[in-house]
């Protein structure tokens, strides 16, 4: 009989809502160069639960309530560090964040920060760079050693703050910090661009790989107020072999050069390369090579081909015909062979249907049977 007379009824969740975590979170705006007077603002909505809390600011240190809204205002008559601290509950639960911040004299004026621009003056094919924006460098190693077939170079860039200025003549910078990762936060102070990762107005930022890289600049003056500047680092690559040997095709198996390369594609960093590019110039005969006699089998013809980290090939040149071989302004197509593979920055997506980015090799592949002098290799990583 119970059973039946609670049939379809629809039952209320009594449990309480003091279940929930109760924690306390503010932010405050303006977050830095704060002068005396100044009004700041103070807003609690991201604390949790966002219902059924009560809010209580104490702006001044002295252990009483300033204000119970879940916004408040505030300004201060003295300069130096104050800490902040919001309480909210629940009415059973309760939780604290406490935070500082810097007030300076009503007077102070803000510092200036600037990041000095420069580029190479030529891509390592010495065509020009013409390039007023951002920080532009390439990595030339255009004599590789067969013995070392792996695009692993880095390289040192500096980066300069001379240009910044301390805000008048009383005043002056105290402290340049250089944060080369905007998307961590090192010091997890709660902002990702303010890390001190260098120090100084010139500094040098070694053993940087081939990439795209966003750094910030924050500089602190004498008044204690700061400003901020960021510009584009795009380290490209190119890297050459000339002069070498391809075997030959004799056990009917495809002769191969393996070239090891890391490209990086991180959209969430901003470090995405543009395009990578293999360029292959070799004769299409090699001199000490004799046809069979009613055969053309001196005709060399060698292909390049990209395969990812997961051992899938990507893409390859084996369908360019042998009178297509001309790419390059500087291929003798009377006598030699030029092919290009490029790879364009979709195929390092992660996407089901893309390659993604992290280890590749550039093959070159000989089926041939004759052996060849090849003239030269080059790869090269587009970052810009």
Not at 139 to 152: G, Q
Not at 312 to 323: P, R, V
Not at 340 to 368: A, C, P, V
Request: aromatic share 8%; hydrophobic share 30%.
């Amino acid at each position: 009989m119970v059973l039946s007379t609670l049939a379809g009824c629809v039952f209320e969740d009594t449990s309480s809502s003091s279940d929930a975590e109760v924690l306390a979170v503010f932010t405050f705006s303006p977050s830095n160069n704060i002068r005396t007077g100044d009004v700041v603002s103070f807003d609690a909505s991201s604390s949790t639960p966002s219902n059924g809390l009560t809010y209580r600011w104490d702006f001044d240190g002295d252990g009483s309530i300033d204000d119970t809204g879940r916004t408040a205002e505030w300004n201060f008559d003295s300069t130096g560090e104050k800490t902040i601290e919001l309480t909210v509950s629940d009415g059973s639960k309760t939780s604290t964040q406490s935070k500082t911040l810097n007030v300076v004299e009503a007077t102070a004026q803000p510092p200036k920060a600037e990041i000095t621009q420069y580029s190479d003056d030529e891509d390592c094919s010495n065509d020009d760079l013409d390039e007023n924006t951002h920080i532009v460098l390439w990595i030339c190693e255009m004599d590789k050693s067969m013995t070392d077939r792996d695009v692993s170079a880095t390289m040192t860039v500096t980066l300069d703050a001379s240009d910044s200025t301390a805000g008048d003549s009383s005043q002056y910078i105290t402290e340049w910090h250089w944060d080369l990762d905007s998307e961590t936060d090192n010091d997890n102070d709660g902002d990702s661009e303010n890390d001190a990762d260098l120090t100084g107005e010139s500094v040098d930022w070694t053993n940087v790989a081939p990439g795209e890289y966003e750094v910030n600049l924050n500089v602190l003056n004498s008044a204690g107020m700061t400003d901020s500047d960021s510009i584009k680092v795009y380290v490209s690559y190119a890297g050459q072999w000339s002069d070498f040997e391809m075997g030959g095709n004799t056990s009917g198996n495809a002769q191969t050069l393996d070239f090891d390369v890391n490209i990086v594609y991180d959209k969430d960093k901003g470090n995405t390369i543009r395009k990578a590019v293999g360029e292959l110039i070799y004769p299409q005969q090699d001199g000490d090579c004799t046809n069979v006699p009613g055969a053309s089998n001196c005709r060399a013809k060698l292909d390049i081909h990209a395969i990812n980290e997961e051992d899938e090939e990507a893409a390859n040149t084996s369908d360019t015909g042998l009178d297509q071989r001309t790419d390059g302004d500087n291929c003798d197509e009377d006598s030699n062979d030029c092919v290009h593979l490029t790879l364009s920055s979709y195929m390092f997506t992660d996407t089901e249907s893309t390659y993604g980015d992290g280890e590749w090799i550039f093959q070159i592949r000989n089926e041939k049977v004759n052996d060849l002098e090849v003239e030269s290799f080059v790869i090269r990583l587009h970052y810009r």
